[in-house]
Protein backbone atom coordinates (compact mmCIF):
# COMPACT_ATOMS: atom_id res chain seq x y z
CA UNK A 1 0.00 0.00 0.00
CA UNK A 2 1.23 3.29 -0.80
CA UNK A 3 0.90 5.89 2.04
CA UNK A 4 2.11 9.51 0.71
CA UNK A 5 4.08 11.30 4.09
CA UNK A 6 1.54 13.90 5.92
CA UNK A 7 0.89 16.97 3.61
CA UNK A 8 2.44 15.18 0.62
CA UNK A 9 -1.06 14.78 -1.62
CA UNK A 10 -2.56 18.44 -0.17
CA UNK A 11 1.05 20.19 -1.73
CA UNK A 12 0.88 17.78 -4.67
CA UNK A 13 -2.96 18.71 -4.65
CA UNK A 14 -2.42 22.54 -4.65
CA UNK A 15 0.49 22.98 -6.70
CA UNK A 16 -1.71 21.35 -9.68
CA UNK A 17 -4.07 24.12 -9.50
CA UNK A 18 -5.86 23.04 -6.19
CA UNK A 19 -8.95 21.19 -5.51
CA UNK A 20 -11.24 22.90 -7.41
CA UNK A 21 -9.55 23.22 -10.73
CA UNK A 22 -11.46 20.58 -12.78
CA UNK A 23 -8.38 20.39 -15.14
CA UNK A 24 -6.60 18.25 -12.98
CA UNK A 25 -5.31 15.51 -15.18
CA UNK A 26 -5.18 11.75 -13.42
CA UNK A 27 -2.24 10.85 -12.24
CA UNK A 28 -1.55 7.41 -12.76
CA UNK A 29 0.68 4.51 -10.84
CA UNK A 30 2.66 2.90 -11.86
CA UNK A 31 3.23 3.16 -15.78
CA UNK A 32 6.17 0.77 -14.86
CA UNK A 33 3.95 -2.30 -14.06
CA UNK A 34 2.36 -1.78 -17.81
CA UNK A 35 5.62 -1.80 -19.35
CA UNK A 36 6.68 -4.48 -17.86
CA UNK A 37 3.86 -6.93 -19.09
CA UNK A 38 3.96 -5.13 -22.81
CA UNK A 39 7.64 -6.70 -22.67
CA UNK A 40 6.28 -9.63 -21.99
CA UNK A 41 3.33 -9.47 -24.22
CA UNK A 42 4.52 -7.40 -26.94
CA UNK A 43 1.06 -6.60 -28.50
CA UNK A 44 -0.37 -5.41 -25.18
CA UNK A 45 1.84 -2.55 -25.93
CA UNK A 46 0.18 0.04 -28.04
CA UNK A 47 -3.89 -1.10 -25.95
CA UNK A 48 -2.13 -0.40 -22.98
CA UNK A 49 0.02 2.61 -24.08
CA UNK A 50 -3.48 3.89 -25.79
CA UNK A 51 -5.21 3.37 -22.19
CA UNK A 52 -2.17 5.03 -20.17
CA UNK A 53 -2.40 8.18 -22.32
CA UNK A 54 -6.08 8.76 -22.11
CA UNK A 55 -6.46 8.34 -18.42
CA UNK A 56 -3.71 10.72 -17.93
CA UNK A 57 -5.06 13.32 -19.51
CA UNK A 58 -8.23 12.58 -18.09
CA UNK A 59 -10.03 14.62 -15.46
CA UNK A 60 -12.54 11.68 -13.35
CA UNK A 61 -14.79 13.07 -10.31
CA UNK A 62 -16.85 9.86 -10.44
CA UNK A 63 -17.64 6.81 -12.22
CA UNK A 64 -19.74 7.88 -14.13
CA UNK A 65 -17.01 10.04 -15.79
CA UNK A 66 -14.92 6.95 -16.46
CA UNK A 67 -18.08 5.15 -18.07
CA UNK A 68 -18.43 8.05 -20.72
CA UNK A 69 -15.05 7.76 -21.54
CA UNK A 70 -14.79 4.05 -22.06
CA UNK A 71 -18.89 2.72 -22.40
CA UNK A 72 -18.92 -1.26 -21.85
CA UNK A 73 -14.76 -1.71 -21.59
CA UNK A 74 -15.10 -0.64 -18.32
CA UNK A 75 -16.58 -2.91 -15.30
CA UNK A 76 -16.87 -1.55 -11.71
CA UNK A 77 -16.49 -3.74 -8.62
CA UNK A 78 -15.92 -2.50 -4.69
CA UNK A 79 -13.21 -0.27 -3.11
CA UNK A 80 -13.26 2.24 -6.29
CA UNK A 81 -11.82 -0.33 -8.66
CA UNK A 82 -12.13 -0.26 -12.14
CA UNK A 83 -11.71 -3.53 -14.53
CA UNK A 84 -11.13 -2.75 -17.90
CA UNK A 85 -11.08 -4.99 -21.40
CA UNK A 86 -8.07 -4.54 -23.09
CA UNK A 87 -7.01 -5.33 -26.34
CA UNK A 88 -10.31 -6.49 -27.32
CA UNK A 89 -10.86 -8.43 -24.33
CA UNK A 90 -7.49 -10.27 -24.31
CA UNK A 91 -6.17 -9.12 -21.35
CA UNK A 92 -7.79 -7.21 -18.06
CA UNK A 93 -6.22 -4.09 -16.35
CA UNK A 94 -7.58 -3.96 -12.51
CA UNK A 95 -7.47 -0.07 -11.30
CA UNK A 96 -8.54 2.01 -7.95
CA UNK A 97 -9.50 5.51 -8.88
CA UNK A 98 -9.09 7.93 -6.48
CA UNK A 99 -11.34 10.61 -7.64
CA UNK A 100 -11.28 14.55 -7.12
CA UNK A 101 -9.66 16.34 -5.42
CA UNK A 102 -6.77 13.60 -5.54
CA UNK A 103 -6.92 12.26 -8.92
CA UNK A 104 -5.22 8.90 -8.49
CA UNK A 105 -5.50 5.70 -11.10
CA UNK A 106 -3.44 2.67 -9.46
CA UNK A 107 -2.63 -0.22 -11.07
CA UNK A 108 -3.27 -2.87 -9.17
CA UNK A 109 -3.23 -5.86 -11.62
CA UNK A 110 -2.46 -6.23 -15.65
CA UNK A 111 -2.57 -9.95 -16.98
CA UNK A 112 -4.60 -12.26 -19.68
CA UNK A 113 -8.29 -13.07 -19.62
CA UNK A 114 -7.56 -16.46 -17.92
CA UNK A 115 -4.91 -15.03 -15.43
CA UNK A 116 -7.73 -13.14 -14.35
CA UNK A 117 -10.12 -15.53 -13.99
CA UNK A 118 -8.15 -16.32 -11.30
CA UNK A 119 -7.86 -13.42 -9.05
CA UNK A 120 -10.72 -11.67 -6.74
CA UNK A 121 -10.50 -7.76 -8.29
CA UNK A 122 -11.71 -6.66 -5.18
CA UNK A 123 -8.77 -7.78 -2.85
CA UNK A 124 -6.07 -7.77 -5.78
Known sequence: MLVPK????????????????????????SRRTLREFWQIY????????T??????????AHPNDVKEQFGGNVDFVGDNRAIFDIGGNKYRLVVRIVYAPFYRVMVKFVGTHEEYDDINPETV
Open 6 to 29: LGTVWYRVLSRGGPLDSHVPMQVL
Open 42 to 49: PDAERPLS
Open 51 to 60: WYKIVSKATW
